[in-house]
């Protein structure tokens, strides 16, 4: 499903990405460890296509298209999710306005018919209800005053009406508390399907205890160092990564 290939990227002259190759397959849940700077929450914006990131080589497919080409909008429609490490706040906008005016972009972007209010107030109060979301919450100004446990919610709830087919989490466990993790987990999990990939970014083994990934993935100085089954996270756990040092000198 997604194929990226040699992805070297820079910032303000900075190289953060190396030469990253990664392979996700159509329904596998791929998780990406690394210690902070590594350039994860980097990846994660050039595949969403955040601005100011320049892409020096490489490519990123996506069921074999080249999301390099496509506007972020584009790659939305394609079915490209991101869930924020900080999510962003929205003065002045009711949560509910916003989702909904989110996906009928999207339904539009795909050419299909928008929701009628009573369609979607169905949609949005059946994936609230699951995520433990209070229908009082989806009233206020997006994720302003709400808890870090509440914008995670809010986002999977999005990722939930949204169904895209690439969802990439970025630390979507920081700042979570034992209850929020396991709400936000099964949210997760309750989207797990054959058509749909995750690549879930953490530097804990903790959220993979509930996500429970399919393939793990080191990164470490910009390249993905090595790659193997759901027990590389345990080793990573009890061995931090400080293995990996060595590999970016040599
Ligand atoms: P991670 O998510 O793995 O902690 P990031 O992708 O956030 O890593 O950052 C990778 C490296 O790129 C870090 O050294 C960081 O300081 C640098 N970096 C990220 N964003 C910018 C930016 N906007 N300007 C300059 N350097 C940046
Ligand atoms: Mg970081
Ligand atoms: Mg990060």
């Known amino acids: 499903m997604l194929e990226i290939k040699n992805l070297v990227v820079q910032i303000e002259d900075k190289r953060i990405l190396n030469g990253l190759n990664l392979t996700v397959n ?3 849940v791929a ?6 700077g590594s350039g994860k ?4 914006y050039v595949i969403a296509g955040k601005e ?3 892409v020096l080589d490489g ?3 996506l069921n074999g298209e080249n999301l390099l080409e496509m506007e972020p909008d584009q790659r939305a429609a394609a079915g490209v999710f991101l869930a924020f490490q900080y999510p962003l706040e929205i003065p002045g906008v009711a949560s509910m306005t916003f989702l909904k ?3 009928n972009a999207q339904r539009k972007a795909r050419g299909e018919e928008e929701l009628t209010t009573p369609d979607f107030i169905k949609r949005v109060n059946a994936a609230a209800q699951q995520l433990e979301i209070p229908k009082d919450m989806l ?3 997006l994720n302003v005053g709400f808890s870090g446990g509440e914008k995670k919610r809010m986002e999977i709830l999005q990722m939930a009406l949204l169904q895209p087919s690439f969802c990439i989490l970025d630390e979507t466990d920081s700042g979570l508390d034992i209850d929020a993790l396991r709400i936000v987990s099964e949210g997760v999990n309750a989207l797990r399907s054959p058509d749909r990939a995750f690549l879930v970014i ?3 083994q903790r959220l993979l205890n509930h996500i429970v990934p399919d393939t793990v993935h080191v990164m470490h100085s910009g390249r993905i160092v090595r790659s193997g089954g759901k027990e590389l996270a345990l080793e990573l756990e009890a061995n931090g990564y400080a293995d990996y040092r060595d590999s970016e000198a040599a």
């Not at 998780?31 to 902070?36: F, S």
């Not at 929450?41 to 994660?44: H, I, P, Y």
């Open 139 to 141: 009233k206020r100004a």
């Open 31 to 36: 998780a990406i460890m690394g210690p902070n």
């Open 41 to 44: 929450s980097t990846l994660s």
């Open 52 to 54: 100011d990131y320049e």
């Open 26 to 28: 159509k329904g596998e």
């Open 59 to 61: 490519e990123i497919l």
């Open 202 to 204: 953490t530097h804990y």
């Open 101 to 103: 005016a989110t996906l």
